[in-house]
């Protein structure tokens, strides 16, 4: 999956009742400091039963500048922050 960067991205997601989250968009700084959006077309929990890391990972495919990117997203429920790493293109 790749390691994460050490910085914390935004992000708009949903916790649904029965405790699953659902990434729904992320915002991140680019290299020139602004701010970008990217919305999340499709998603794949890589969280298996039996995690007690409190580390969900997530396998996001989002659309940047025109091509569909996979990207790794990581939600730390200890620290309540969501972190990235870059995959391949698609």
Known sequence: ???YENKNIDMICQHKADGTII????????DDGAY??????????MNHEGNLT???PFEC?????GHERL???FY???????????????
């Open 1 to 3: 999956m790749g390691t």
């Open 23 to 30: 990434p729904m968009k992320i915002r991140m700084l680019d």
């Open 36 to 45: 970008q959006e990217y919305k999340i077309r499709a998603f794949k929990d």
């Open 54 to 56: 409190g580390i969900y």
């Open 61 to 65: 495919k989002i659309e940047c500048f």
């Open 71 to 73: 990207i790794s997203l």
């Open 76 to 90: 730390n429920s200890y620290e309540h922050t969501w972190k990235y790493a870059p995959h391949k293109r698609i």
